[in-house]
């Protein structure tokens, strides 16, 4: 079992910069590639971005790339997304996953979600 926690989320204006991070916890925790996934209000779940345990090059969303970056923390066992140049249509709830496999869908876990809101 993996748990994750998210936390960085909030408001802010179109053009700012915000910065995600993810805690995972669980015994085998650190063989996991980490994941950022987001919802958008009536829109499915999309993958946003991804880093292996290896740290392979990681994996972003054509929407995203150039923006925001990836990254993770081995010692803490922490994922961050930092993410620059907001724009409104990245307004969602951003949710953290694992998987022991590298991929842009079908994450076995998930933490709860934080909110991000850009404003216009």
């Known amino acids: 079992q993996v748990q994750l926690v998210e936390s960085g989320g909030g408001l802010v204006q179109a053009g700012g910069s915000l910065r995600l991070s993810c805690a995972a916890s669980g015994r085998t925790s650190s063989r996991y590639v980490l994941a950022w996934f987001r919802q958008a209000p009536g829109k499915e779940r999309e993958f946003v971005a991804a880093?292996?345990?290896?740290?392979?090059?990681?994996a972003y969303a054509q929407s995203v790339k150039g923006r925001f970056t990836i990254s993770r923390d081995s010692a803490k066992n922490t994922v961050y997304l930092q993410m620059n140049s907001l724009k409104p249509e990245d307004t969602a709830v951003y949710y953290c996953?694992?998987?022991?496999?590298?991929?842009?869908?079908?994450?076995?876990?998930w933490g709860q979600g934080t909110q991000v809101t850009v404003s216009s």
């Open positions: 880093i292996s345990r290896d740290y392979e090059v990681p």
């Open positions: 996953a694992a998987d022991l496999k590298f991929g842009t869908s079908d994450y076995d876990y």
